[in-house]
């Protein structure tokens, strides 16, 4: 199914509900899709605009998540509100229940040796029915990532999870996702929460839409992302005027 989209920085959101979203993922695992999930906050919007490349593979997705309230306020901004905001973490959960319903596999790329440890052990505790066929860090050179993209063809997984953040966990998405049939999804720094190496925002703070500055908080050498948001921001106000 296509959902309806909207475009911020010409980027195209669906404007959907989580709900329906992953009931729609269940139906691609289920019928063995390609599909190619970016879940796009501010800065990835940003770095778009200011890179054809990645805008051009970000283009390639089949569906681009509104991840992150910035989103939300520059589409009611330029009179064409979303419904809600899709996250990373929320689908990538949603992924795990469904693969848990299904006995589904699930490869698990990124983050640091010991964070993606912590999280396959999470994952094997929380989802005891789901396969995890393999496993890899994410700091790899070029003869690594043959190996590992060799491992995902042989090992055939349901679902690839990359947590290298971006631009490189869509990049290396967009260049293997042909050589298997499965759901490929960009995940940032999910596997760090995952793994209980971060901790996420309270829910009344997320309810609040008050994620962002916990992140901040919580995290203060993050602030050097603030002039990325301020950025995009001003940008969306001009492609209000034009
Ligand atoms: N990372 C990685 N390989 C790299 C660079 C980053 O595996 O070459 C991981 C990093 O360890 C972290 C995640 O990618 O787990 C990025 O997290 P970040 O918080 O920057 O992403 P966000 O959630 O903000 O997109």
């Known amino acids: 199914m296509q959902f309806p989209t909207v475009s911020v920085l010409n980027i195209p959101f669906i404007n959907t509900t989580n709900q329906a979203f992953i009931a729609q993922l269940s139906k691609d695992l289920a019928a063995n899709e390609n599909r190619f999930i970016v879940t796009a906050n501010p800065e990835i919007a940003l770095y778009a605009t200011k890179h054809n490349d990645y805008f051009q593979t970000i283009s390639q997705a089949n569906y681009i998540t509104p991840d992150g309230i910035g989103i939300l306020k520059g589409a009611t901004m330029l009179g064409t509100p979303l419904t809600e905001r899709i996250t990373g973490f929320d689908t990538m959960t949603a992924l795990f229940e469904i693969a848990n319903q299904n006995s589904y596999s699930v490869y698990l790329l990124g983050a640091k040796e010991e964070v993606l440890q912590a999280a396959c052990q999470n994952v094997a505790k929380q989802y005891p029915n789901v396969t995890i066929v393999g496993q890899h860090n994410g700091y790899f050179d070029d003869q690594e990532e043959q190996k590992i993209v060799a491992d995902i063809e042989r090992t055939q997984p349901n679902i690839i999870l990359a947590a290298l953040g971006f631009p490189k966990q869509e990049t290396f998405i967009e260049a293997n996702r042909h050589k298997v049939n499965a759901i490929w999804m960009g995940v940032g720094g999910s596997f760090d929460v995952l793994s209980g190496?971060?901790?996420?925002?309270?829910?009344?703070?997320?309810?609040?839409?008050?994620?962002?500055?916990?992140?901040?908080?919580s995290h203060p050498s993050r602030l050097n992302r603030f002039p990325a948001l301020i950025e995009y921001m001003r940008l969306v106000k001009k492609e209000k005027k034009n």
């Not at 971060?198 to 609040?208: D, E, G």
């Not at 008050?210 to 901040?216: A, I």
Request: charged letters at 25%; aromatic letters at 24%.
């Open 197 to 217: 190496t971060v901790s996420r925002a309270p829910k009344i703070w997320q309810k609040m839409h008050l994620e962002w500055f916990y992140r901040f908080a």
